[in-house]
């Protein structure tokens, strides 16, 4: 037997209300809207450029082409954006891309996107990948050259370069600003610094041991 309308209809509003949230970014309401990066309005992203002053370029970007060093830390990696600060066209697409260059045996830390699912395609080497759920359960694997592994939103992950030498991937993330929260800098280096009592009762540490913890972060 068919519900009632009441209940239909109010299925539906329900079902409306929840879709803008099943997507990371929303839909674009024009075919474009390349960012105008010297707008002073302040949006959630960049206002759009006149379409009458959009060029090709716009739609271009050699932001990610380029290695980088990877020696700028003890991690032994390196990390390039094109978001639409970089990459104009990229603005309101519900995009984003990160090329990560790392070392023999570096390591992008546990790190989580609280706004965007993260696809990884590694270029050159071999990286393991893995992310853990809310249940603490590891999903892990060795990604080689051309393969992929996907990231779940929000969820804890890494990139561990377990090769024998470089290794470069990408990850591709469905949002155009996907936001990076990673725990150790969160947690360690924070300004004003987290409180030396939560610090050592959340890792069952004395003070002392906290402070050469934090003291590892210095200057991050």
């Excluded at 992950?157 to 591709?172: K, P």
């Amino acid at each position: 037997m068919m519900a009632p309308l009441p209940v239909l209809l109010a299925v539906a509003f329900v079902a409306a209300i929840m879709a803008p949230h099943a997507r990371s970014d929303p839909s674009p309401l024009q075919d474009f809207c390349v960012a105008d990066l010297n707008a002073t309005t302040a949006v959630d992203g960049f206002p759009c450029k006149p379409a009458s002053t959009v060029v090709d370029d716009d739609f271009f970007s050699r932001s990610i082409a380029a290695s980088t060093s990877t020696r700028s830390n003890p991690f032994g990696v390196n990390a390039t954006r094109a978001t639409a600060s970089t990459f104009p066209g990229l603005n309101t697409l519900g995009l984003s891309i990160t090329r990560v260059d790392m070392a023999p045996g570096g390591l992008n830390p546990p790190h989580s996107h609280p706004r965007a699912s993260e696809l990884v395609m590694v270029l050159k080497g071999e990286v393991t990948v893995g992310f853990t759920t809310s249940a603490n359960q590891l999903f892990s694997k060795a990604v080689r050259e051309n393969e992929l592994f996907v990231v779940p939103r929000g969820l804890q992950h890494f990139q561990l370069n377990t090769g024998a030498g470089d290794a470069v991937f990408v990850a591709m993330f469905d949002s155009q600003s996907p936001g990076v929260v990673t725990p150790t800098f969160s947690l360690f280096a924070t300004k004003p610094a987290m409180p030396m009592e939560v610090l050592a009762k959340t890792f069952l540490m004395t003070e002392d041991e906290v402070g050469a913890m934090k003291s590892k972060f210095d200057g991050f």
